[in-house]
């Protein structure tokens, strides 16, 4: 098993690394599916097996999903044999949960910073005023901020952005060191805090519920203020070819678009942000100074 499951970390580490995330999950799948079948060459009809097998155990259609490209990915690591094909794909027929925080929820988590550690401070600013995802949360090293900025290594093939770190906000910086923070522990992470603020979530919410929030009222406060809604996909640093498509209905549009016409500040697209961000105004006060 562990030639195999080796194999597998190869694959997805070169010649492009993956997400540490999206590693770990590869492998809890690869090693599930291995500790199944035991002693035995895997064939077509083991796999056939192994997806009843877990459907019978009522895993999800969309569990399912995801694990066949995981298993794809074993195979083909190893050498094995892939028969299947798109049509064999589980096809999952309810909506993906995706809750979105409301904003009432977002400013009383960050009113209660005064009950949380060091580090539940520092991650819920960068999830409220940036909204990353726990993956780029995970990625951050005190190497990548100083007194002035901060870098944010995006996940999903998106771009690196680096930001102004706002006044209100540099206590909280000057306050903590990063450590290492797997996505799973800032998932408990995020569930601890709503605690502590005594916020009750619905399944499902994560930090990416901030995230999705916080999109679109910018989207909402952008079009107030006359300004282009796709500075949204520059500020969350997202790729060239998917803003183009989002906000012009063409990958080349963004691939054209240059922003950094507007100011030669570097920083012109947090100041512009910043002027309209729905939650940076609930991190000022004496009261939470650390």
Same mark, same amino acid.
């Given at each position: 098993m562990?030639?195999? /499951?080796?194999?597998?970390? /190869? ?8 997400a ?9 799948t %690869? ?41 794809k +990915? ?23 949960? &995706? ?16 009950? !949380? ?8 600013a960068?999830s ?10 995970a990625?951050i090293? +005190?190497r ?14 998106g ?17 903590y060191?990063? +450590? ?13 805090i ?17 995230r ?5 009222i910018?989207?909402?406060?952008? &079009? ?23 906000? %012009? %209905?063409? &990958?080349? /549009? ?17 100041t ?5 961000h729905? !939650? ?11």
């Amino acid at each position: 098993m562990e030639i195999t /499951l080796e194999n597998l970390k /190869l694959t997805l580490t070169s010649p492009r690394e993956r997400a540490p995330g999206t590693i770990l999950t590869y492998l809890e799948t %690869g090693k599930r599916f291995l500790d199944w079948l035991g002693n035995k060459e895997p064939t077509d009809i083991s796999f056939r097996q192994y997806f009843s097998y877990r459907r019978d155990n009522k895993i999800s259609e969309r569990t399912l999903c995801k694990e066949f490209y995981h298993l794809k +990915k074993l195979a083909l690591a190893n050498g094995w044999k892939w028969t299947f094909t798109a049509d064999d794909v589980p096809f999952p027929e309810e909506e993906p949960s &995706a809750p979105a925080l409301i904003p009432e929820v977002i400013e009383k988590l960050i009113k209660a910073r005064h009950l !949380y550690l060091k580090a539940e401070r520092f991650y819920l600013a960068v999830s409220t005023i940036w909204g990353c995802r726990r993956e780029e949360l995970a990625r951050i090293r +005190k190497r990548d901020y100083d007194d002035n900025s901060i870098l944010i290594r995006t996940a999903k093939h998106g771009r690196r952005v680096r930001h102004l770190i706002p006044d209100e906000l540099k206590p909280i910086f000057e306050a903590y060191h990063t +450590k290492v923070h797997s996505p799973t522990a800032l998932s408990i992470m995020f569930h601890r805090i709503c605690r502590k603020a005594d916020v009750k979530v619905e399944k499902g919410s994560s930090f990416h519920s901030i995230r999705r929030n916080l999109r679109t009222i910018l989207e909402w406060r952008l &079009a107030e203020e006359r300004l282009p809604l796709s500075l949204v996909a520059d500020y969350f640093g997202w790729a060239k070819t998917t803003k183009g498509i989002i906000y %012009g %209905g063409a &990958a080349m /549009l963004g691939v054209y678009d240059h922003p950094e016409i507007l100011s030669s500040d570097k920083f012109v697209i947090d100041t512009l942000i910043y002027n309209c961000h729905p !939650y940076l105004k609930f991190w000022e006060g004496e009261q939470h100074r650390l």
